[in-house]
């Protein structure tokens, strides 16, 4: 496939650590990755997990690109600058995001909070950028808990895992608190 020729006409969405994507069509964008080695990493991660609702759908690979699903909605971060907030329900969506990873065998059970996107019409969210899914071995979300601190929504967030899924809140908790003097500027147990 002429990279170049599929480009023409597309619009950068978005760039990161392994490359850039665009948006090739309304419900299509292809990722460019710089290496390789990490286009057959998300390649593998996608096949793996392709029977979930809350991974985008692979539609062509090559060498250096994967064309998939275009995800709608809007990414956690911006969606939590805009609303100031979570909810019960947002925070059921992430719950089955999370859910969902562990069911799929995701060694990494944590995203960036611009890497999960939620619509708020739609019953679950998606998780993008999977390079890492089966390779990085992380059982608590931290990054994702470090971005929902940032925005000051973590302790709500936790209070609503609490009253929907209590086994997840007590293993999260007690690996925080377990590990207070590290994980304390989260602000998970000021109330």
């Not at 809140?169 to 994980?183: G, I, K, P, T, V």
């Amino acid at each position: 496939m002429d990279i170049q020729e599929l480009l023409k006409g597309a619009s950068l969405i978005g760039k990161g650590k392994q490359g850039r994507v665009y948006k090739l069509a309304s419900d299509r964008c292809i990722k460019i990755y710089s290496d390789e080695l990490h286009a057959q990493m998300e390649y593998k991660s996608y096949c793996l997990a392709e029977s979930s609702s809350v991974i985008p759908k692979l539609y062509e690979a090559g060498p250096n690109y994967l064309i998939m699903e275009l995800v709608q909605g809007a990414s956690l971060d911006h969606y939590l600058k805009r609303k100031g907030t979570i909810t019960r329900a947002d925070t059921e969506r992430i719950i089955f995001i999370i859910h969902e990873m562990m069911r799929l065998g995701f060694t990494r059970i944590d995203a960036a909070l611009f890497h999960i996107f939620i619509e708020e019409d739609q019953p679950s969210g998606k998780v993008i950028d999977l390079v890492h899914a089966y390779t990085k071995k992380y059982r608590i979300p931290l990054v994702m808990f470090k971005g929902l601190s940032n925005y000051h929504v973590l302790n709500q967030f936790l209070t609503h895992v609490k009253a929907l899924d209590l086994e997840l809140y007590q293993m999260w908790c007690s690996y925080l608190m377990a590990r207070s003097e590290r994980y304390g500027k989260l602000q998970v147990f000021d109330e």
